[in-house]
């Protein structure tokens, strides 16, 4: 298993802490990580702050040994602002408020 996850030149890991992990995936996690760690790529998406990842991974050790390693030579995108899924959602509510009051919204 750790093969097939080493393996590629880019790992993509999307959503992280959208769950709680367990503490036997965390472990894995971790050793995924430190096993790419400075050969391949990785990207990494997460809504939660670096200081919450001890929440999410159970364990602040680990937590911090995994940012070590992933902060180490990495560059960092802090994307803020509405959510894009919820865009199309909003859009077309906005529509339906103009139609029924002839209000803008906008």
Do not use: C
Request: proline residues 5%.
């Amino acid at each position: 298993m750790m093969r097939f996850f080493a393996g590629p030149s880019l790992l993509i890991i999307d959503e992280l802490g959208y769950l709680p992990l367990p503490a036997e995936a965390a472990s894995a996690l971790f050793q995924v990580i430190n096993q790419r760690y400075l050969k391949t790529s990785i990207i990494l998406t997460t809504n939660r702050p670096v200081g919450a990842w001890g929440e999410i991974l159970g364990d602040t050790t680990v937590a911090a040994a995994m940012l070590d390693r992933l902060l180490h030579r990495s560059v960092v995108i802090t994307l803020d602002g509405p959510s894009y899924r919820l865009r199309h959602h909003t859009d077309q509510a906005d529509e339906l408020r103009r139609a029924t009051t002839g209000i803008n919204i906008r």
